[in-house]
């Protein structure tokens, strides 16, 4: 990770800086899948990766209140320049660590099966990635389901 990037707990004051950066960082229109509530809400177990006043990275996350020994990432992204340096890695490790913690081992995400970036990176990070799954998030919305047990060992 570069040395001039700090993380941060993320704040509810982030979102309108997360929103006004999503599409372009992913390449689609896909801010919508970030409403407020959010950062409103899990803004304690989300984090932003700032270099000075300016956000390079973040990851919005937070304690399933239904299965108690899992952890969810709603997202992750870091900005185009700032790829394939560790920042999303690092990212991750702190969220491992907040979720370890909390007695949470268990981490889940899902992504769609279009972003073969997200599916190689979560792949390379460690995660078990599914096959697509038909209709998983509703009609025509399939998605590739994520899952990392940090209690299981490294190959
Ligand atoms: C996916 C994403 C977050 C990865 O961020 P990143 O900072 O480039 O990832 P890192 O540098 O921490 O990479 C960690 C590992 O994954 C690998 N990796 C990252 N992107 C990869 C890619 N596109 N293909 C293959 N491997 C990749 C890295 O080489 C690295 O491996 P290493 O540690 O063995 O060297 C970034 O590409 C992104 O923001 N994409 C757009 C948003 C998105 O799709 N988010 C995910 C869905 S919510």
């Known amino acids: 990770m570069a040395t001039d990037v700090e993380i941060r707990p993320a704040q509810p ?39 000075g006043d300016e956000v390079v990275g973040f990851l919005v996350g937070f304690p399933s209140p239904a299965r108690p020994d899992e952890a969810y990432v709603h997202a992750i992204a870091v900005a185009p320049g700032r790829r394939v340096a560790g920042l999303a890695r690092v990212l991750y490790q702190r969220f491992f660590d907040a979720a370890l913690a909390d007695g949470r081992p268990v981490i889940r995400a899902v992504t769609s099966p279009v972003n073969e970036r997200s599916i190689a990176f979560h792949r390379r990070i460690g995660f078990t990635v599914s096959e697509p799954i038909a209709d998983y998030d509703g009609p025509g919305q399939d998605r590739v389901t994520f899952r990392l047990d940090l209690r299981a060992p490294a190959c």
């Not at 372009?24 to 304690?44: A, Q, V, Y």
């Open 13 to 51: 004051t982030d979102h309108p800086i997360l929103v006004a950066v999503m599409d372009e960082w992913w390449g689609r229109p896909i801010s919508g899948i970030l409403p407020r509530l959010f950062l409103d809400h899990f803004c304690t177990t989300s984090f932003v990766a700032a270099s």
